[in-house]
């Protein structure tokens, strides 16, 4: 049996691949470590839709830079009128920047487009609830509502037993009572 003997060339032309694969790596990953630059690069690749802008924009929002957020959820917007996150994206800013009334309509649209936005229920109820301390027209009680929700969509939310908590103190707080959340299980 004749023993089958590697070409240099193959051994050269397979290193050089696998350099070139590793360079391609590691150029992506330093793209992962800063959400900005990772979304700016799907905005370039995908300049057509509206989820990098909405990513994109979650990440100025998280990095305080809002007026960029403002803009990549607009755009996000032009190209998709019905992408429910990118009006979540502006009620957290909005929120963010103290305009409770627009971050108020921003979450309602949201979910008027996607009732199964969770985290819109969320946004809304935190919104409302904050509202609600601020100004005593607007009653507390309209915060628990979103809040109930966002509990029945999401059970395996990380935070929900803390949320219970906080939701638990906010009816005491009306009720001037004890009563706790239930646990409550999302529809099947």
């Not at 800063?34 to 690069?41: A, G, R, S, T």
């Not at 109930?148 to 638990?168: E, I, V």
Request: proline residues 5%; positive net charge.
């Amino acid at each position: 049996m004749e023993k089958i003997k590697p070409h240099l060339a193959e051994i050269v032309i397979f290193l050089v691949m696998i350099l070139l694969l590793s360079m391609g790596t590691y150029s992506r990953n330093r793209l992962w470590n800063n959400p900005i630059d990772l979304w700016k690069d799907c905005v370039k690749k995908s300049p057509n839709k509206a989820r990098p802008y909405v990513n994109l924009g979650a990440a100025y929002i998280e990095a305080g830079v809002y007026d960029k957020a403002f803009e990549m959820n607009q755009k996000a917007i032009q190209i998709d009128a019905k992408y429910a996150y990118a009006y979540y994206n502006l009620s957290i800013l909005y929120q963010k920047m103290g305009e409770s009334n627009k971050a108020i309509a921003m979450a309602k649209k949201s979910l008027e487009i996607d009732p199964d936005t969770e985290m819109a229920y969320y946004s809304l109820g935190a919104i409302l609830k904050m509202a609600s301390t601020k100004n005593q027209r607007r009653p507390i009680r309209n915060s628990l509502r979103p809040f109930l929700t966002f509990l029945k969509l999401t059970t395996s939310w990380p935070s929900s037993t803390q949320l219970r908590r906080s939701l638990t103190r906010l009816l005491q707080s009306l009720n001037g009572r004890s009563r706790s959340i239930p646990i409550i299980l999302s529809p099947t």
